[in-house]
């Protein structure tokens, strides 16, 4: 998977150099090119935002820059004699612009994204991107655009949450997280939040583990897990409980 991302803070996305990321770049599982949006304002202040119409306070950011990158990230790939005789490999990337007004990025949203063989991120950062940029991406450069937000609540610029999506998106990528069984039991996996984790010691400070989590009995272990999480998710996401395909409910047969 091909990842760019376009910011007018290339350090703030350093962090993907680290880690799992970092070492899936390294056996080329993943190719991340960070951006800087500045080397495409060619004014000789650089610059990448002005005064909004109609009044109101903060800055908006310039449509030119946001042009000029678009265009020098998908131009080689349009037309290009590779791109047209690779048929499998994406002419474009889907543009993903993260920002307050946007659809959720959910766990689902991630999957579906880390099918995709080419990812763009425009980090927005002010008062917004404007509006033509998102036209333009879409009807003259072809690209599917997807406005996500991470939640409700404000950031100053979509820097933090490229990382975040970066993050829950890579790490689905087939060969990025060494054991792909650690991805089965996760929260949102199965549309709960996940169980209680627990390790050595079995007693501390007066808290012992559940004793059938100690017992080895395979079966009493998983349903206990299932009603944990199902427990879990009552307590602090009921919202998600239409949604997942609930079986097995809470019994008093299992002891803790
Ligand atoms: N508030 C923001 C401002 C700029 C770019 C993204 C966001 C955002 C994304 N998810 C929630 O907020």
Not at 40 to 61: C, K, N, Q, S
Not at 77 to 92: F, L, R
């Amino acid at each position: 998977m091909r990842i760019d991302v376009l910011t007018i803070f290339p350090q703030y996305l350093a962090p993907l150099e680290l880690s799992l990321i970092g070492k899936a770049q390294r056996d080329g599982l993943l190719d991340v090119r960070v951006h800087d949006l500045r080397e495409f304002a060619h004014d000789r202040h650089r610059t990448v935002d002005d005064t909004p119409y109609g009044g109101g306070a903060g800055m908006v950011m310039k449509p030119e820059p946001w042009a000029a990158a678009l265009d020098a990230l998908v131009a080689p790939a349009k037309g290009s004699a590779v791109a047209v005789a690779s048929a499998s490999a994406s002419a474009t990337p889907l543009l993903i612009v993260p920002g307050p007004a946007g659809r959720p990025f959910t766990q689902a949203f991630a999957a579906e994204l880390a099918t995709r063989p080419w990812l763009a991120f425009a980090c927005g950062r002010y008062e917004g991107i404007d509006e033509r940029v998102y036209e333009y991406a879409a009807d003259d450069l072809g690209l599917r655009v997807e406005v996500v937000s991470l939640g409700d609540y404000v950031l100053n610029g979509g820097e933090v949450a490229v990382l975040a999506m970066v993050e829950a998106i890579a790490r689905l990528v087939p060969g990025v997280v060494g054991n792909a069984e650690s991805l089965v039991e996760e929260s949102h996996s199965d549309g709960l939040l996940e169980y209680p984790v627990y390790t050595k010691p079995a007693s501390w400070r007066g808290r012992d583990v559940p004793p059938v989590l100690l017992g080895g009995d395979h079966g009493r272990i998983a349903a206990w897990r299932r009603e944990r999480s199902i427990e879990r998710t009552v307590a602090r996401r009921p919202d998600l409980l239409p949604a997942a395909a609930l079986t097995g409910l809470p019994s008093d047969d299992v002891e803790g």
